[in-house]
């Protein structure tokens, strides 16, 4: 299990397309930060490049990609990242090969860096084609607040047997507690004895509704009608 960061700047948040599941859980925070937790991977896609800008086609691959198996997308300047399932990241690496110019331009150093990737051959990066483990579905457990390290903390843990792993997400406590999204219910009794004394976090369910940003992102880079629910 992994918490990867997605920084709000103070020109608004860069994400443009959220859907928790069960295996992702998604943290935000007031000035729109946000933490993904889960078995999770990060792929990015140099979008803006001269020469080869795909911007808008990548932006509209990588919100696809996350309604269909559930993550977060977001553009950085022109580096358009979908933050997915373990399991679903050779699909997305097959599908932009051959949908996006220059097989998306993904960031395969990055990949590698995550255990998504490994070496072949003459130092060539060669991405994984098969099915890595499958993503585990997770739990939120409890949030509070740590006065001496001035920070608030999330715990997330696996669900079912053999799960023992738990993931502490700590933000400034200026941020405040954040908004959990994803995630099954959480066990309000009968509780592992490694968790830490805290509020049980009442999670929000897998949305019918297909979001295409948060609440105060006015999606500016797609139609309003794009932002309806398509389920």
């Not at 295996?23 to 990060?42: L, P, R």
């Given at each position: 299990m992994k918490a990867i960061f997605v920084y709000a700047p103070r020109s608004g948040s860069r994400i443009f397309?959220?859907?928790?599941?069960?295996?992702?859980?998604?943290?935000?925070?007031?000035?729109?930060?946000?933490?993904?937790?889960?078995?999770?991977?990060?792929?990015?896609?140099?979008?803006?490049?001269p020469g080869h800008w795909f911007r808008a086609l990548a932006t509209n691959f990588a919100t696809q990609v996350v309604e269909a198996v559930g993550g977060v997308a977001y553009d950085d300047r022109g580096t358009v990242g979908c933050i997915v399932p373990q399991d679903a990241v050779p699909g997305v690496i097959e599908r932009a090969s051959e949908l996006l110019p220059m097989g998306g331009n993904v960031d395969t150093a990055?990949?590698?860096?995550?255990?998504?990737?490994?070496?072949?051959?003459?130092?060539?990066?060669?991405?994984?084609?098969?099915?890595?483990?499958?993503?585990?579905?997770?739990?939120?457990?409890?949030?509070?607040?740590?006065?001496?390290?001035?920070?608030?903390?999330?715990e997330v843990e696996y669900d079912g047997e053999g799960g023992g792993d738990n993931c502490i997400v700590t933000a400034p406590i200026q941020w405040g507690r954040p908004e959990i999204e994803g995630g099954l219910p959480p066990l309000l009794s009968g509780r592992s004895s490694t968790s830490r004394q805290g509020t049980p976090y009442a999670t929000r369910a897998r949305p019918s509704q297909k979001r295409c940003s948060r609440r105060t992102h006015p999606c500016p880079r797609m139609r309003s009608d794009k932002c309806q629910s398509i389920s």
């Open positions: 397309s959220v859907y928790p599941t069960e295996k992702v859980v998604v943290a935000t925070y007031v000035n729109m930060s946000c933490h993904v937790i889960g078995d999770v991977v990060e792929v990015r896609m140099q979008a803006a490049r990055s990949l590698w860096r995550q255990g998504a990737g490994k070496i072949e051959g003459e130092g060539l990066i060669f991405l994984v084609t098969q099915s890595p483990a499958r993503a585990r579905s997770i739990r939120v457990g409890t949030c509070w607040e740590d006065p001496d390290t001035q920070h608030v903390c999330v």
